[in-house]
C-alpha cells in the first residue's frame, strides 16, 4: 500500500471513530406481542413492548435504533423515568395510541380499554425494557371473527392467539393487519405458510437491520471476489448459525443470564464477541491474498457466534410452536438471501475495478464513472439523513471510502495490485476499526 493511501486511510479511520464516539448509546427497536384471548369480559390483549418508544413518538417502522431517532433525547429521558413515572406517563398517552389500534370485529371497530399498565424496572440502560400493559375490547356473546392491525408508526406486532385449538400466530410488519380471524380458533397457519412468512422476517434481520453481519460478509468478499472461496466461507458461516439458532430457539443454548457475578449480560458479551469476529476478518484479509486452510473452521466458529446474535433477536417474539421448524427454515433462508444480496451488490459495485485490475488496463472513464456514483450517492442521501442517524454515518463513510478508492484504483492499474491495495485493504481496515468500536462500546460504553 503507498504511503498516500495509508495516510487517507487512517484519517479517515480517525474521523469515522470520532464520529462514531460522539453518539448517544444504542437502544434497537424491537417487535411489540401480543397475547389475544377470549374472556367473559370481552377480547384481552397483553402487550408487551418497549413503553418508550411508542410514547416519545419513534417512528418504529423506519427506526431501526431509538439513538438514530429525531426524538432520541426525548425516549432517553423516559428510559430513565421510574416504573411508576413511565406508568403515568403511559396513562396520558394511551388515549392517542388507542385511537391508532384497529381491531375489527365482524367489520365494526371496537373501543380498546386500557386495564393495566406495568413498567418494567429501569436495569442496564444500555438496552431496551420491555413493560407490558393490558387492553380489552368488548364482544357480543355472538362475535364471531377478529381482525387486528395498528398504525406503521408502531412497528411490528406479533400477534398470538391464546386459549384455543389451531390458535392463529402471526408477525405482522409495521402497518399491516392481520386476516380475519376466528375468535373459536382453528386459524393456525400452515407449516407452508409458516416458512413462506419468515422469509422476509430472516432477510429484514440482514438488510438493513444487521449491520453487523452485513460487515461480516462484506468481510468476507473482500478477501476474494472469486465465488469458489467465496461460497465456501459463506456455507460455513451459514450451517454453523443454523445450529446455534436452532438450540436457542429450541430452548437449549439461553441467552437470558449474566456472566463475571451478574457484572455483564451474557447477550452483551455475545454482541461483542460478533463485533470481534468481524475485526478478526479484517485483519486476516490485511495479510493473506487467498482462503487458508482454517479459514473455513474460524469462519464456522464464528458462525456459532452470530447464530447467538440471530437467537437472542428471534427470543423477543419466539418461532410459532406448532409450526417450529418451517418458520426456522424460513428465517434461515431469509437470513442467507439477505446474505447473497448484500455480496451480489458488492460484486456489481467491484466488478469493473478488478476486470481491470487483471487485465492491467487502466480507465480514467471508468474511475470517472465510480466518482461520479460517490458524488450522487452522497447528494441524495446526506439531506436525508442529516448525518443524525449512526448507522447512516458508518454506511456512507465506508461506502465513500470504497468508491473513492476504486476510483483510484481503476486509474492507476499496472502499477501494483491496484483493487487489493487501494480497496480492500482499505475497505477491510474501515470495517475493522468501525468493529473496534461495537466492541469498545458494547462492554464498557
Known amino acids: 500500500?503507498?504511503?498516500?493511501?495509508?495516510?487517507?486511510?487512517?484519517?479517515?479511520?480517525?474521523?469515522?471513530?470520532?464520529?462514531?464516539?460522539?453518539?448517544?448509546?444504542?437502544?434497537?427497536?424491537?417487535?411489540?406481542?401480543?397475547?389475544?384471548?377470549?374472556?367473559?369480559?370481552?377480547?384481552?390483549?397483553?402487550?408487551?413492548?418497549?413503553l418508550e418508544s411508542f410514547i416519545a413518538g419513534i417512528d418504529q417502522a423506519s427506526t431501526l435504533d431509538t439513538n438514530d431517532a429525531a426524538e432520541a433525547e426525548f425516549y432517553d429521558e423516559l428510559r430513565a423515568l421510574e416504573p411508576a413515572e413511565l406508568d403515568a406517563a403511559f396513562q396520558e398517552f394511551w388515549p392517542d395510541m388507542a385511537s391508532k389500534i384497529n381491531v375489527i370485529v365482524d367489520g365494526t371497530r371496537g373501543e380498546p380499554e386500557l386495564t393495566e399498565v406495568t413498567a418494567a424496572e429501569v436495569g442496564n440502560?444500555?438496552?431496551?425494557?420491555?413493560?407490558?400493559?393490558?387492553?380489552?375490547?368488548?364482544?357480543?356473546?355472538?362475535?364471531?371473527?377478529?381482525?387486528?392491525?395498528?398504525?406503521?408508526?408502531?412497528?411490528?406486532?406479533?400477534?398470538?392467539?391464546?386459549?384455543?385449538?389451531?390458535?392463529?400466530?402471526?408477525?405482522?410488519?409495521?402497518?399491516?393487519?392481520?386476516?380475519?380471524?376466528?375468535?373459536?380458533?382453528?386459524?393456525?397457519?400452515?407449516?407452508?405458510?409458516?416458512?413462506?412468512?419468515?422469509i422476509p422476517v430472516g432477510f429484514d434481520h440482514i438488510v438493513p437491520k444487521g449491520l453487523d453481519h452485513i460487515l461480516f460478509v462484506l468481510g468476507l468478499f473482500f478477501l476474494s471476489t472469486r465465488m469458489g472461496p467465496l461460497l465456501w466461507q459463506i456455507s460455513a458461516f451459514t450451517l454453523a448459525h443454523t445450529i446455534t439458532l436452532a438450540l436457542a430457539a429450541l430452548g437449549y443454548v439461553?441467552?437470558?443470564?449474566?456472566?463475571?457475578?451478574?457484572?455483564?449480560?451474557?447477550?452483551?458479551?455475545?454482541?461483542?464477541?460478533?463485533?470481534?469476529?468481524?475485526?478478526?476478518?479484517?485483519?486476516?484479509?490485511?495479510?493473506?491474498?487467498?482462503?487458508?486452510?482454517?479459514?473455513?473452521?474460524?469462519?464456522?466458529?464464528?458462525?456459532?457466534?452470530?447464530?447467538?446474535?440471530?437467537?437472542?433477536?428471534?427470543?423477543?417474539?419466539?418461532?410459532?410452536?406448532?409450526?417450529?421448524?418451517?418458520?426456522?427454515?424460513?428465517f434461515n433462508i431469509g437470513v442467507e438471501i439477505g446474505q447473497i444480496a448484500v455480496v451480489a451488490v458488492a460484486y456489481l459495485i467491484v466488478m469493473k475495478a478488478v476486470s481491470l485490475d487483471k487485465t492491467g488496463?487502466?480507465?480514467?472513464?471508468?474511475?470517472?464513472?465510480?466518482?461520479?456514483?460517490?458524488?450522487?450517492?452522497?447528494?441524495?442521501?446526506?439531506?436525508?439523513?442529516?448525518?443524525?442517524?449512526?448507522?447512516?454515518?458508518?454506511?456512507?463513510?465506508?461506502?465513500?471510502?470504497?468508491?473513492?478508492?476504486?476510483?483510484?484504483?481503476?486509474?492507476?492499474?499496472?502499477?501494483?495490485?491496484?483493487y487489493r491495495e487501494m480497496v480492500a485493504m482499505p475497505g477491510s481496515i474501515l470495517i475493522g476499526v468501525v468493529a473496534v468500536y461495537w466492541c469498545v462500546e458494547r462492554l464498557f460504553l
Request: hydrophobic share 50%; net charge negative.
Open 1 to 50: 500500500m503507498t504511503k498516500v493511501t495509508v495516510t487517507k486511510v487512517l484519517s479517515s479511520c480517525v474521523a469515522l471513530f470520532f464520529t462514531l464516539a460522539s453518539m448517544a448509546q444504542a437502544h434497537e427497536v424491537l417487535p411489540s406481542i401480543a397475547d389475544m384471548t377470549r374472556t367473559d369480559d370481552g377480547l384481552v390483549f397483553d402487550v408487551e413492548l418497549n
Open 125 to 198: 440502560f444500555e438496552l431496551p425494557r420491555n413493560s407490558q400493559i393490558q387492553f380489552v375490547v368488548p364482544l357480543s356473546d355472538d362475535a364471531d371473527k377478529v381482525a387486528v392491525g395498528w398504525a406503521p408508526e408502531f412497528g411490528a406486532l406479533v400477534l398470538r392467539q391464546m386459549g384455543v385449538d389451531a390458535p392463529y400466530d402471526g408477525f405482522l410488519e409495521a402497518g399491516s393487519s392481520s386476516p380475519e380471524v376466528s375468535l373459536a380458533g382453528g386459524d393456525q397457519a400452515s407449516g407452508w405458510q409458516t416458512f413462506v412468512n419468515y
Open 254 to 330: 439461553n441467552l437470558s443470564g449474566t456472566l463475571f457475578g451478574g457484572s455483564i449480560e451474557t447477550i452483551v458479551v455475545v454482541e461483542a464477541l460478533i463485533a470481534l469476529s468481524i475485526v478478526y476478518v479484517a485483519i486476516e484479509n490485511l495479510f493473506t491474498e487467498g482462503l487458508s486452510p482454517w479459514r473455513p473452521f474460524i469462519i464456522f466458529g464464528f458462525g456459532l457466534l452470530h447464530g447467538l446474535g440471530f437467537a437472542s433477536v428471534l427470543a423477543e417474539f419466539g418461532l410459532p410452536q406448532n409450526s417450529f421448524i418451517p418458520a426456522l427454515i424460513g
Open 361 to 418: 488496463t487502466a480507465s480514467k472513464m471508468t474511475a470517472a464513472g465510480y466518482l461520479a456514483v460517490m458524488v450522487v450517492l452522497m447528494a441524495l442521501i446526506i439531506p436525508v439523513s442529516g448525518w443524525a442517524n449512526g448507522s447512516d454515518v458508518i454506511i456512507l463513510i465506508v461506502t465513500a471510502a470504497i468508491l473513492l478508492g476504486l476510483s483510484a484504483a481503476s486509474s492507476v492499474v499496472g502499477r501494483y495490485d491496484s
